[in-house]
């Protein structure tokens, strides 16, 4: 079975560069807001050692690895959770998607516009953060009338809507459900019917530049700020023009960069 992973992020991020380096692809990828409206869709084949000894094992050429659908997905701004932008419309693609990569950018570059006019990851996560919650919010409210009344007619049980209330107060509070529960504060299997985004699981794609790569301080403090959520550090220009090698110039090339790694590799895993 194939997940979908929603890529998201303020605009002018690197997101659809990150997109076409994971892909192959070559979608749209400009310098002003909203350059993605549609979103993007590629699938992406994992690599896996173990298939090619299993192939000889049951003694078969035909080889099919598992697959991740990524999906780029319009640039967020601030009140997107209220129709602002294309906000609407880019809730509706991260619902259907099973996790969030969400793009940071980290990287100082005077040529490529920022949205808020200043470089700042931490107030660009909690922005993101702040609509994905807001609409979560929408949803428990519009979701409470009707599961009142059920209770009322026992057709959902007691525990079913404490953990609905618990579930909002969590957002009230400006935590996201995926935080949350790895700090063991609500279950996210209680509150599975309510397809909240933000109990989608999270990984934090920090876009530096090529100095900012082996700057581990820099990259830790990073990390910190949204633990326990994964965090991948990488150059998407970068990323894309590895792509474009064959696979010894593209070793060569990490290899003068002092990488082990490309950043996607390390995104598959």
């Known amino acids: 079975m194939s997940l979908t992973i929603g890529i998201v992020g303020l605009p002018n991020v690197g997101k659809s560069t990150l997109f076409n380096a994971l892909t192959r692809n070559n ?9 993605t409206i549609e979103p993007n869709t590629g699938i992406v084949p994992l690599p896996d050692d173990r298939l090619p ?6 003694h078969t050429e035909k080889i099919v690895p598992a697959t991740v659908t990524f999906v780029d ?6 009140g997107a959770s209220e129709g602002e932008g294309l906000g609407n419309q880019f809730l509706a693609n991260i619902r259907e998607a099973d996790a969030i990569c969400e793009v ?3 990287f100082e570059d005077d040529d490529i516009v920022h949205v808020n006019g200043r470089v700042d990851p931490a107030d660009d996560i909690d922005t993101i953060n702040t609509e994905l919650i807001l609409a979560d919010m929408q949803t428990i409210e519009n979701a409470l009338p009707k599961l ?9 049980s007691p525990e079913y809507m404490a953990a609905v209330k618990q579930a909002k107060e969590i957002l009230e509070a400006g935590e996201t459900i995926d935080h949350a529960a790895a700090a063991g504060k609500i279950d996210k299997a209680d509150i599975a019917e309510l397809h909240l985004m933000t109990a989608k699981p ?9 100095n900012e790569l082996g700057n581990e301080e820099f990259k830790a403090k990073l990390a910190v700020s949204v633990a326990p959520a ?40």
């Open 230 to 269: 994964k965090s991948i550090f990488l150059n998407a220009q970068f990323e894309a023009e590895l792509t474009e090698l064959d696979e010894a110039d593209a070793r060569e090339m990490l290899e003068d960069a002092g990488l082990k790694e490309s950043g996607l590799d390390q995104l598959a895993r």
């Open 27 to 35: 979608v749209l990828a400009e310098n002003y807001p909203f350059a």
């Open 148 to 156: 009142e009344k059920d209770l009322r007619g026992k057709k959902v």
């Open 53 to 58: 000894v299993l192939a000889k094992l049951v």
């Open 73 to 78: 997905i319009a640039g967020i701004v601030k």
């Open 104 to 106: 940071v950018r980290a």
């Open 202 to 210: 999270f990984i934090y794609v920090f876009n530096v530049d090529d």
